[in-house]
């Protein structure tokens, strides 16, 4: 799971990307991203993730993407230097996805 400081709650912040942000997006996911100004300490990447009901009805289906989602943001952390605010949205046809597959669609969208 994420820590805290690398979560994205807030509905103003969320707006925020959506309306400013630059996005990527692949076959099952946009990646929607705005970078932050450095302030000394440094903040951390914050991220939030979007999982709709046209995904599946089902919150067991919704949940368990959301957490191999953020399983793969863990692995990602180390690869930004900036600070970012990074929305994930997910497209259908991910729940069929395994974990491998949404990890490496993530960071190759991290990368861009």
């Not at 807030?10 to 996005?23: H, I, Y």
């Not at 997006?25 to 999982?51: C, Y």
């Not at 230097?81 to 669609?105: C, H, M, N, P, R």
Request: no cysteine; net charge positive.
């Amino acid at each position: 799971m994420l820590s805290k400081i690398h979560r994205l709650t807030k509905e103003k912040d969320f707006d925020s990307v959506f309306k400013k942000g630059k996005s990527v997006k692949t076959d099952f996911l946009i990646v929607k991203a705005l970078a932050r100004e450095q302030k000394n300490p440094p903040i951390p990447t914050r991220f939030g993730f979007v999982i709709s009901k046209k995904i599946s009805p089902k919150a067991t289906v919704r949940n368990k993407v959301k957490r191999q989602l953020r399983e793969a943001t863990k692995h990602n952390l180390k690869n930004f230097q900036k600070s970012y605010d990074v929305v994930v949205v997910t497209l259908s046809g991910i729940e069929k996805q395994e974990f491998l597959t949404l990890q490496e669609a993530l960071s190759a969208s991290f990368k861009k």
